[in-house]
């Protein structure tokens, strides 16, 4: 009794506070056939750790105070959302964080990207891989390579998906939610969408959209989910993670324009394209009411729009 007591004052004294709760914001767009379409702020949670990023770091930070780990390491690439947020979690909350980085050329980069100068200002400490190494980053003997350099550390995957991640992302839907009868949101790595599969309503369904190509991710999500109201709708990657167009950035100007809600163009804005268009095409029955998750990721606008003026092409021009 005593040690569940411990645990729970550790956890009232140590949790990651949101900022702001998010609220359910109808966009302004008209739709046909009476349908209407919400879509939740998770971007507004917290300013540098929004959306599942803070969902999938709360509980694994409270883990690692529990375990009395001083350490944060984890692995991500040049624009990454999450490598961002786990070195704000780590500095606003007493870690040391390590950052594992895909591109051993970025090295030498660090003062041109916005998301690698914010992580390193936050206190991380980066380490930059060759790609071929990368690859290798689940592998133990990578892994135990890492402690004999670093020293012990708590480890959380790339884009922060595993069981703890999890419990966090079943709280993103609340009982006000109860009313719509569609649960949309984009997917990187599968622990978003797996924790809203687990608790949804048994008469809402949640449509998924990958930003990488093919629909490998079924089996990932599998591994974490009892329930089969859920489909992945795999024809808006864009041409993979990280692409983008022309088409897909006049859209996210257009919607900023609208509706004043920023979407980042590698998750969310991908999925809100897709669920519009799905809806021009009369894939919702009439009166469907529709809610659309908002992960975040608005940090990396600010890389995304370097690599387009690069290519001389359009910009995602809001103001964040």
Same mark, same amino acid.
């Given at each position: 009794?005593q040690?569940?007591?411990?645990?729970?004052?550790?956890?009232?004294?140590f949790?990651? /506070?949101?900022?702001?709760?998010?609220?359910? *914001? &109808?966009?302004?767009?008209?739709?046909?056939?009476?349908?209407?379409?919400?879509?939740? $702020?998770?971007?507004?949670?917290?300013?540098?750790?929004?959306?599942?990023?803070?969902?999938?770091?709360?509980?694994?930070?409270?883990?690692?105070?529990?375990?009395?780990?001083?350490?944060?390491?984890?692995? #991500? !690439?040049?624009?990454?959302?999450?490598?961002?947020?786990?070195?704000?979690? #780590?500095?606003?909350?007493?870690?040391?964080?390590?950052?594992?980085?895909?591109? +051993?050329?970025?090295?030498?980069?660090?003062?041109?990207?916005?998301?690698?100068?914010?992580?390193?200002?936050?206190?991380?400490?980066?380490?930059?891989?060759?790609?071929?190494e =990368? $690859?290798?980053?689940?592998?133990?003997?990578?892994?135990e390579?890492?402690?004999q350099?670093?020293?012990?550390?708590?480890l959380?995957?790339?884009?922060?998906?595993?069981?703890?991640?999890?419990? #966090?992302?079943?709280e993103?839907?609340t009982?006000?939610?109860?009313?719509?009868?569609?649960?949309?949101?984009?997917?990187?790595t599968?622990?978003?969408?797996?924790?809203?599969?687990?608790?949804?309503l048994?008469? &809402?369904?949640?449509? !998924?959209?990958?930003?990488?190509?093919?629909?490998?991710?079924?089996?990932?999500? $599998?591994?974490? /989910?009892?329930?089969?109201?859920?489909?992945?709708?795999?024809? =808006? %990657?864009?041409?993979?993670?990280?692409?983008?167009?022309s088409?897909?950035?006049?859209?996210?100007? *257009?919607? =900023?324009?609208?509706?004043?809600?920023?979407?980042d163009? @590698?998750?969310?804005?991908k999925?809100?394209?897709?669920?519009? +268009?799905? @809806?021009?095409?009369?894939?919702?029955?009439?009166?469907?009411?529709?809610?659309?998750? %908002?992960?975040?990721?608005? &940090?990396? @606008?600010q890389?995304?729009?370097?690599?387009? $003026?690069?290519?001389?092409?359009?910009?995602? +021009?809001?103001? /964040?």
């Amino acid at each position: 009794m005593q040690s569940v007591k411990v645990a729970f004052l550790l956890y009232i004294n140590f949790t990651f /506070v949101p900022k702001s709760i998010p609220l359910n *914001q &109808q966009l302004k767009t008209p739709f046909p056939n009476s349908i209407s379409v919400y879509i939740k $702020r998770e971007d507004l949670i917290h300013p540098f750790v929004s959306g599942n990023k803070f969902r999938k770091l709360k509980y694994n930070l409270l883990r690692a105070k529990e375990k009395n780990q001083e350490t944060l390491l984890t692995f #991500g !690439g040049a624009f990454s959302n999450h490598i961002a947020a786990v070195a704000f979690a #780590g500095k606003e909350k007493g870690f040391k964080t390590i950052g594992i980085i895909r591109g +051993d050329e970025l090295g030498s980069k660090i003062s041109e990207n916005p998301t690698l100068l914010f992580a390193q200002n936050c206190g991380m400490q980066l380490e930059f891989i060759s790609r071929e190494e =990368y $690859r290798l980053k689940s592998e133990i003997t990578f892994l135990e390579n890492l402690k004999q350099k670093f020293g012990s550390f708590y480890l959380i995957p790339e884009g922060g998906t595993n069981a703890l991640a999890i419990k #966090g992302c079943q709280e993103i839907l609340t009982q006000e939610d109860a009313e719509f009868d569609y649960i949309c949101c984009s997917i990187g790595t599968g622990g978003t969408i797996s924790g809203i599969i687990n608790s949804v309503l048994p008469y &809402q369904k949640v449509l !998924g959209f990958p930003a990488l190509k093919g629909d490998f991710l079924k089996e990932e999500i $599998r591994n974490f /989910v009892q329930n089969e109201n859920w489909e992945l709708i795999t024809d =808006y %990657h864009f041409g993979g993670y990280g692409k983008v167009n022309s088409a897909l950035i006049g859209f996210i100007n *257009q919607f =900023y324009a609208v509706n004043q809600i920023p979407l980042d163009p @590698i998750y969310t804005g991908k999925m809100v394209f897709g669920v519009i +268009d799905l @809806i021009q095409k009369n894939y919702f029955p009439a009166e469907s009411k529709i809610l659309l998750i %908002h992960t975040g990721g608005i &940090q990396g @606008i600010q890389g995304m729009n370097i690599k387009l $003026r690069n290519k001389q092409l359009p910009i995602i +021009d809001i103001n /964040v």
